[in-house]
């Protein structure tokens, strides 16, 4: 049972809106596209770091409201292995933030029961960031709750490429017949293996493009596209998504109107 007294008090617009949601048909997987930070922080006269060390309340309050909404997941898009080629300092400063955070949050993230984990080449990223990561996901390994993925040096067609690889590997070792391949096999070699795929893809900032997001997660997504940037963006932003989302009819390449009756003369 959703505790709405957590989300909104009576008579807050949060609980209004929740209040107004069908709690039977939640998205079961929400996966979000953080962006605007730095035009927040230009539109303050701030230098672009100060809209991503704003965005970390904004991830707070996005997981907060997943877990009490009781999500089975949520990823937040964090960094893009195009990321890479931002300013030196714009990217140490992303990873410092990233690092703080979840040392700072593991209470939290453990309180709540939510299961920390990361997707992408986290290869790449630098071991004191490898280090902090692995402590949060061997501390939360045994959580049941939501499951709250970040995408780091992230890249969909990066994603792909790792499952083909991993699939042509198994078929040279002898272990999988070319036969065998198929839809399953695939999704089952994704860094997402195991979860259900996003129902509700959000993107902030007004910009309208996936940029290489869980491109074969997505297939049967809804997108929604708000103006607000992610430094602003809250639980009312979220219960707003969600409630767009269930204003959509979901047909997954189905037809859901009865057929014209056939009048014969
Ligand atoms: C896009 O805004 C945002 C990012 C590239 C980074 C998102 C990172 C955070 C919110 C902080 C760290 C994350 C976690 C999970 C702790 P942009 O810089 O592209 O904005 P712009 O399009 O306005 O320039």
Request: charged letters at 30%.
């Amino acid at each position: 049972m959703i505790d709405k007294e957590l989300i909104g008090p009576p008579g807050s617009p949060e609980r209004a809106l929740l209040d107004r949601l069908d709690l039977g048909r939640m998205p079961r997987h929400v996966a979000v596209i953080m962006d605007g930070n730095g035009r927040w922080a230009k539109q303050r006269r701030l230098p672009r770091v100060e809209g991503h060390r704003a965005g970390i309340a904004s991830v707070r309050a996005t997981v907060e409201t997943a877990a009490r909404l009781h999500l089975d997941a949520l990823t937040l898009y964090a960094f893009s292995t195009e990321n890479w080629k931002r300013p030196h300092l714009e990217v140490a400063t992303l990873m410092t933030l990233l690092k703080e955070y979840v040392r700072r949050e593991l209470a939290t993230l453990l309180a709540n029961d939510i299961r920390f984990r990361v997707i992408g080449r986290i290869d790449q990223l630098d071991s004191s960031v490898r280090k902090a990561l692995q402590e949060a996901l061997d501390a939360t390994a045994h959580c049941k709750g939501l499951v709250f993925n970040i995408a780091l040096s992230y890249s969909g067609r990066a994603e792909l490429a790792d499952a083909a690889r991993r699939i042509a590997e198994e078929v040279a070792a002898g272990t999988l017949r070319p036969e065998d391949v198929g839809e399953d096999t695939l999704a089952s070699r994704l860094y997402t293996a195991g979860l259900p795929d996003p129902d509700l893809l959000v993107r902030t900032s007004g910009e309208v493009r996936i940029s290489n997001f869980l491109l074969w997660q997505i297939a049967y997504a809804e997108i929604y596209f708000t103006n607000t940037l992610w430094p602003d963006f809250r639980a009312m932003d979220f219960l707003e998504a969600i409630a767009d989302f269930q204003k959509r009819e979901r047909r997954f390449g189905l037809v859901t109107e009865p057929e014209p009756a056939v009048h014969r003369t």
